[in-house]
C-alpha cells in the first residue's frame, strides 16, 4: 500500500506502507503507480516526497513473491513514470533505501537521506541484478569503476559514503521527511531537466575493455561459479556501451536469464533461512518467543588460545566488557598482544576506536567472580575442562551462565560437573572466532530456555548467525563432517588423488577441498580424536581387518600420515606439499603419490577411474544422508537451521543453498536411489544407508523443503 496525504499546503507525501521494511509487494506497486498518477493530476500539489513508513525507506522487491507468477504493475514503467514528470520528486530516505528501493529514489529527481541510513544494490546476493534499471542508472550517475563494485559486491554504503559517490544530494540528521519536503518546495519551478538519470550519458571510461576485463576476472575469481556477479558485470557494460534504452532492453535480457535460475531460488532460501534460525526451538516444546535472554554486560573467557583469543576479540567489539583469563604467564602475555592487536586491525577497518579497555586480563580464574557469562575455551581434553567447569561452579556468582566452546566434547557431561546444570550451554565458534559467522549454541536436556535464549541473543550481538542445535556427537556441522570426510579417504584408497577429489569439491563451490581443509586445519586434530575412540592401531599394517575398526570400514590412511609427521600445513607436508611448514600454497605431493600405490598394492586393493560426479556423490550424499539423521533425532529442528550451518561455517557454496536444499534440488529420489546403490557396493559403510527419514519424504512425494518440517513431525510424533 501507499498513502498519499498533502503536506505545508502543496507537497504531495506519498508514504509506503508494508512492514517491517516496506517491500514492494504487488500491492504497493500498486498504491505507488496510483499516489502518483493522483499527485501529478492535482493542481494543488507542486511537488511530491516518497518516504516510507516506521522509519524505513524500502527495502527492495518484495522477495517472498519471487516464486510466484508476477502479479501488479511492474516496477520498471513505475519508475519511468516518476522520473518522467514534470513536477518535482523527491526521495526521503530513512533506515534503508536498497535494491528496488534505491533504484525507486534513482528514479526520483532528487535523493535526500537521513545520516544513519543506508543505500545499495544488494540484489547480487540474491542471485539477481538490478533490473529496474539499477544497473542503468547507477553506472550513470556515479561512474562506471564505483557502480561496478557496488553493483557486483551488493555492499551497503553509509550516507556519508552515498553522498559523497553523488549517490543522494543531501544528507541531514534532523527529521528526514520533514527536511526532505522542505527542500522539495525549495526546487519547484527549476528545470527538471538534468535531473532525470536516464537522460545522463555514461561518464567516459578510459580504456573501458581493460575495466571490464579486470572486472569480469575479479568477480570470476571470487564468485567460485556463482552467475549473478558475471551477469552484473555484463549489465554495467550495457550501460557503459549502449544508450539507454538498449541498455534497459540488456538489462531486461540478462535479468531473465537469472530470476529463474537454481542459484537465484537458492541464494533466496538462504536469505530467509539466515532470518528462520533466530526463532528456534527446543524439543521440549520451549521456543525464541517464550523464552526471555537475561541480560549480558560482563562476559568471561577461559583459556587465551586461537579460540579464547578470537572469543574475547567477538565480545568485545559488541561492545562487552570482557575478562580474559589464562593461567599461563607468558601465553597470558602473548594473548593480551594478540588480542589488543586484532582489537586494533579490527576498528581501524571499521573505522571506529579499539575497545581495548573493555578487556582485562587475569591468570587467575577468581577474576571471573563477577561474569553474567563465561565461555570456557581451554585445550580440547575432557578431564581438563571438568576441572575448569567445577572451578566455575565454585567462582562464579549464582546465576552466570557457564558456556563451552567444545566441538567434540559431551555438553550434558560437562554440564553435570555444576550444580547448575540449567546454566549450562555450548558456545560452538569457529575459527577464526571474531570474523566467522557462525556459531552452534548446543542445548542439552537440561539446559533452560532462558540459557538457550540468552546464548542466541549474545550471539546476534557478536553479529553471528546462531543456530540452537541437540548435543550430540560433532553436534551438526562436524557430525555431518565425519561421513563426508571419510568418504574422500575411501575414494583415495579405490583409486583417487587428493587432488581429485579436491578439484571436484572446489569446482562444486567448496572454498577449499576436503584434502586442503585438512591440512588447513591440520590432520593431528582427527587423529586425537580417533585415538580417543580407540580407532588408531598402529600394528595393523595390512589385510582386510587392517581397515575394518569396530565393525565397519575404517580409513587409516590419515592415521599413517601423522604417524610420519605430516600434520598439514603447519609441518609443510600433509596431503599435500609446502614449500616451508606455514606456507599455504599447496602442491602435489610425489611421495603421497607413491605412498598411496604402495599402501593399495599392500592391501590388494585395486585402482579404478573415479571421476568427479562419483566424488560428489559419495562425499555430499554421505553428509546429506547424516543431515536427515539429524532431522530425525530431533539434534536439527529443521533443514533451515542445518543450511545455515554449512553455508556460513562450512564453506557450502551459498548459491547452492545449503546441502538440505541442494538434496532437494537434485531430487530427493535420486538422492536415495544413488545411497541405496553406494551402500549396496560399500554394505560395510553405515553411513551410506539410507536414511529413513529420507526414504519417508520420498515416499510421501518429495515435498518442497518449506514442508519437511510437517513431515519430521509426524516421525517424531509416532517415536
Ligand atoms: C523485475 C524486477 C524483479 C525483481 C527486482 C528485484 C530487485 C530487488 O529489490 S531484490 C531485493 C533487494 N533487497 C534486499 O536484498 C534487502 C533485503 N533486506 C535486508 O537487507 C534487511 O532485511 C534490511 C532491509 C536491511 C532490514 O534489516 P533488519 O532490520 O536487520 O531486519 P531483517 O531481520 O533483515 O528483516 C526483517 C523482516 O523483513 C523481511 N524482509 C526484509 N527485506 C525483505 C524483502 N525485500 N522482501 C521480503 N521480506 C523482506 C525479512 O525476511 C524479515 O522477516 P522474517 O520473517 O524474519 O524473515
Not at 505507488?32 to 500539489?45: G, H, R
Not at 576441572?387 to 566455575?392: A, C, P, R, S
Not at 560437562?414 to 559467522?437: I, R, Y
Amino acid at each position: 500500500m501507499a498513502q498519499l496525504t498533502r503536506v505545508s499546503g502543496s507537497v504531495g507525501l506519498i508514504t509506503l506502507q508494508n512492514p517491517p521494511v516496506n517491500a514492494l509487494s504487488a500491492a504497493v506497486r500498486q498504491g505507488i503507480v496510483d499516489t502518483v498518477k493522483k499527485a501529478v493530476s492535482d493542481p494543488l500539489v507542486k511537488c511530491v516526497v516518497i518516504c516510507g513508513q516506521n522509519g524505513v525507506f524500502c527495502g527492495g522487491a518484495d522477495i517472498r513473491e519471487f516464486g510466484a507468477p508476477m502479479t501488479g504493475p511492474p516496477l520498471v514503467p513505475m519508475i519511468h513514470a516518476i522520473e518522467a514528470t514534470n513536477k518535482p520528486v523527491v526521495a526521503a530516505i530513512e533506515g534503508a533505501a536498497l535494491g528496488g528501493g534505491l533504484e525507486l529514489a534513482l528514479g526520483c529527481h532528487y535523493r535526500i537521506i537521513h545520516s544513519k541510513a543506508r543505500v545499495g544494490l544488494p540484489e547480487v546476493t540474491l542471485g539477481l541484478l538490478p533490473a529496474a534499471g539499477g544497473s542503468q542508472r547507477l553506472p550513470r550517475l556515479i561512474g562506471v569503476p564505483a557502480a561496478l563494485e557496488l553493483i557486483t559486491t551488493g555492499r551497503h554504503v553509509s550516507a556519508a559514503e552515498a553522498l559523497k559517490l553523488g549517490i543522494v544530494d543531501q544528507v541531514t540528521d534532523d527529521n528526514t521527511v520533514d527536511t526532505t519536503v522542505k527542500f522539495a518546495l525549495s526546487v519547484v519551478g527549476r528545470s527538471l531537466e538534468s535531473r532525470r538519470i536516464s537522460t545522463f550519458p555514461c561518464p567516459p571510461v578510459s580504456d573501458l575493455d581493460a575495466v571490464f576485463d579486470v572486472a569480469m576476472q575479479r568477480v570470476r575469481q571470487s564468485a567460485r561459479g556463482a552467475i549473478a556477479p558475471v551477469t552484473c558485470v555484463q549489465a554495467v557494460r550495457a550501460a557503459a556501451t549502449l544508450p539507454y534504452t538498449q541498455g534497459m532492453k540488456r538489462e531486461q535480457e540478462l535479468m531473465a536469464t537469472l530470476f529463474t535460475s537454481g542459484q537465484a531460488r537458492a541464494l533466496q532460501y538462504c536469505f530467509f533461512a539466515q532470518r528462520a534460525v533466530s526463532r528456534w526451538s527446543m524439543p521440549s516444546g520451549a521456543r525464541w518467543d517464550t523464552s526471555k535472554p537475561r541480560p549480558i554486560s560482563k562476559a568471561a573467557v577461559i583459556g587465551l588460545g586461537t579460540m579464547g583469543r578470537g572469543i574475547a576479540v567477538a565480545l568485545a567489539q559488541a561492545g562487552l566488557s570482557v575478562v580474559a583469563v589464562e593461567t599461563q604467564e607468558k601465553q597470558l602475555m602473548d594473548a593480551k598482544q594478540a588480542v589488543s592487536g586484532m582489537l586494533e586491525r579490527g576498528a581501524k577497518r571499521r573505522g571506529v576506536a579499539p575497545a581495548l579497555g573493555l578487556v582485562s586480563y587475569s591468570h587467575n580464574i577468581q577474576a571471573v567472580a563477577e561474569a553474567d557469562l563465561v565461555i570456557e575455551a581451554v585445550f580440547e581434553d575432557m578431564d581438563l575442562k571438568k576441572k575448569v567447569f567445577q572451578q566455575l561452579s565454585a567462582v562464579c556468582k549464582p546465576g552466570t551462565l557457564l558456556c563451552t566452546n567444545t566441538s567434540s566434547l559431551d555438553v550434558d557431561h560437562l554440564a553435570s560437573q555444576t550444580p547448575s546444570p540449567e546454566l549450562v550451554v555450548g558456545m560452538h565458534f569457529f575459527a577464526p572466532a571474531h570474523v566467522m559467522k557462525l556459531l552452534e549454541v548446543v542445548y542439552g536436556p537440561r539446559s533452560s530456555p532462558q540459557a538457550v535464549a540468552t546464548a542466541m541473543q549474545l550471539g546476534k550481538k557478536m553479529g553471528k548467525v546462531s543456530v540452537a542445535v541437540g548435543n550430540c556427537r560433532g553436534f551438526v556441522g562436524n557430525r555431518m563432517l565425519k561421513p563426508y570426510m571419510e568418504q574422500a579417504f575411501f575414494l583415495l584408497e579405490e583409486g583417487a588423488t587428493p587432488e581429485l577429489v579436491d578439484q571436484a569439491l572446489e569446482e562444486f563451490g567448496f572454498a577449499m577441498g576436503v584434502f586442503r581443509m585438512s591440512d588447513l586445519s591440520g590432520l593431528d586434530v582427527g587423529w586425537r580424536v580417533r585415538k580417543a575412540d580407540g580407532l588408531v592401531d598402529p600394528d595393523a599394517t595390512s589385510g582386510r581387518s587392517a581397515r575394518i575398526r569396530q565393525g565397519r570400514r575404517y580409513s587409516p590412511l590419515g592415521d599413517l600420515l601423522c604417524e610420519q609427521g605430516r600434520f598439514g600445513q603447519k609441518a609443510g607436508r600433509g596431503w599435500y606439499q609446502y614449500d616451508k611448514p606455514g606456507s599455504r600454497v599447496a602442491k602435489p605431493d610425489p611421495w603421497l603419490h607413491n605412498f598411496l600405490e604402495q599402501y593399495r598394492a599392500r592391501h590388494g586393493l585395486g585402482v579404478r577411474h573415479i571421476d568427479h560426479q562419483e566424488v560428489l556423490e559419495r562425499c555430499l550424499y554421505a553428509l546429506i544422508n547424516e543431515g536427515f539423521r539429524i532431522l530425525e533425532d530431533g539434534i536439527a529442528a529443521g533443514p533451515e537451521d542445518i543450511d545455515a550451518i554449512y553455508v556460513f561455517g562450512y564453506g557450502w557454496p551459498r548459491y547452492r543453498g545449503g546441502p538440505m536444499f541442494y538434496a532437494g534440488m537434485v531430487g530427493l529420489a535420486n538422492v536415495l536411489e544413488r545411497l541405496e546403490h553406494f551402500h549396496q557396493v560399500h554394505p560395510d559403510v553405515p553411513y551410506l544407508q539410507p536414511c529413513s527419514l529420507l526414504r519417508r519424504l520420498v515416499a510421501s512425494g518429495s515435498p518442497p523443503i518449506q514442508k519437511w518440517r510437517e513431515v519430521i513431525r509426524k516421525v517424531h510424533s509416532q517415536l
